[in-house]
């Protein structure tokens, strides 16, 4: 069995489970998914990030809620701020999902031996009644 990797998460909410496509390095990948329970209501989401030297510029980061899209981000800056208001506010267990029109896979490059498809190192993650 995987240990548990904690997502950087500040807020009244708690992840369920280990997050799809999120790595200890801090690293989170194409087609992200954590399964998160609020325990206060949710109207607001703010993710820190960081581009990694060799990301893709430009890339158009996607975020969803329950499979539903809730709002788009050009990440074009080394850090990042992105931020999600919700117009129904979070009240239940719901999974983040986070999709990018592009991402890095060092391998393919030729950069690396990593395999992996990422999309930037996410710092952390708020949530609130904002």
Do not use: Y
Request: without cysteine.
């Amino acid at each position: 069995m995987e240990p548990h990797l904690h997502l950087p998460i500040e807020g009244p909410v708690d992840q369920i489970g280990n997050p799809k496509f999120f790595w200890k390095d801090g690293w989170l990948g194409q087609n992200f998914k954590a399964k998160l329970d609020p325990f206060e209501k949710i109207s607001a989401i703010t993710i820190f990030g960081h581009m990694g030297k060799t990301s893709p510029k430009n890339i158009t980061l996607t975020a969803e809620i329950d499979n539903q899209p809730k709002g788009e981000f050009k990440a074009s800056e080394a850090s990042f701020e992105w931020h999600l208001h919700l117009s129904t506010a979070l009240t239940k267990p719901f999974e983040l999902g986070i999709r990018g029109n592009q991402w890095l896979n060092a391998q393919q490059e030729g950069l690396s031996e990593d395999k992996r498809n990422l999309l930037f190192i996410l710092k952390e993650m708020v949530f609130n009644d904002r």
